[in-house]
């Protein structure tokens, strides 16, 4: 495969050590003063960008093959108010790592406090940049085998940080109806279902 990047981080240079903070609150938000290397030679005229430092993410999606089931969450996002009618969103599970570097022990932890969920194997299915032209967030996606059979479900969170969780289980094929319709619209739960859909004859392997 030809490859692309012909740069790397050593062709941007920076006014200064560190960036400054201009808001440090539920959100941080730092400046950025940079110049980078240009494809046609040259470097550029300094930049100016405000970018988001929320720190980066865990997203898991429970699956129970035997039922042919998943768990996902609802939960208000109010950043989705200004374009759907309901900010009530389908989610996968999902928080902060808060600079954890054992991303599994993140997930479990989460699954237990916003579904009252026990994971059994998890499985990376792949990370990516949220919007890297505004925030440095990267978001981690596992699957997860869960037992889904006696499952009770009912309203979860962490009360202290606002949370108001419901539980619902679905079929596999339900699941996929609401994303098609773009009902599920929101990016982990987007790619975490269709890596599932397409690598589902491969789970025996992979759990």
């Given at each position: 495969?030809?490859?692309i990047?012909q740069?790397t981080?050593?062709d941007v240079?920076?006014n200064s050590?560190?960036?400054?903070?201009?808001?440090?609150?539920?959100?941080k938000?730092?400046?950025?003063?940079f110049?980078?290397?240009?494809f046609d030679?040259g470097?550029?005229?300094?930049i100016r960008?405000?970018?988001?430092e929320?720190g980066?993410?865990v997203?898991?999606?429970?699956y129970?093959p035997?039922r042919?089931?998943i768990l996902l969450i609802e939960?208000?996002?109010?950043g989705?108010?200004a374009?759907?009618?309901?900010p009530?969103l389908?989610?996968?599970i999902?928080?902060?790592?808060?600079?954890?570097?054992d991303?599994?022990?993140?997930?479990?932890k989460?699954?237990?406090e916003?579904?009252?969920?026990?994971l059994?194997n998890l499985h990376?299915m792949?990370?990516y940049?949220?919007?890297?032209?505004?925030?440095?967030?990267r978001?981690?996606?596992y699957?997860?085998e869960v037992?889904?059979n006696?499952?009770?479900?009912?309203?979860?969170?962490?009360e202290?940080e606002?949370?108001?969780?419901?539980?619902?289980v679905?079929s596999?094929?339900?699941a996929m109806?609401?994303l098609?319709s773009?009902?599920?619209?929101?990016?982990a739960?987007?790619?975490?279902?269709?890596?599932?859909a397409?690598?589902?004859s491969?789970l025996a392997?992979l759990?």
């Open positions: 495969m030809k490859e990047n740069y981080r050593h240079t920076f050590a560190t960036h400054d903070v201009l808001y440090d609150g539920f959100l938000i730092e400046e950025y003063i110049e980078h290397a240009l030679g470097v550029s005229k300094p960008r405000e970018i988001l929320r980066h993410a997203a898991v999606l429970p129970d035997r042919d089931e939960q208000i996002r109010i989705a108010l374009t759907k009618e309901s009530w389908l989610e996968c999902a928080g902060m790592a808060e600079g954890s570097t991303l599994e022990a993140v997930a479990r989460e699954a237990q916003e579904a009252g969920l026990k059994n990376y792949r990370s940049l949220s919007s890297p032209g505004g925030t440095t967030e978001l981690y996606l699957l997860a037992d889904l006696d499952y009770q479900g009912g309203t979860f969170g962490v202290s606002g949370e108001d969780i419901k539980a619902h679905m596999f094929d339900e109806s609401r098609e773009e009902e599920i619209d929101n990016a739960t987007v790619i975490s279902l269709q890596w599932l397409l690598n589902k491969k392997t759990l």
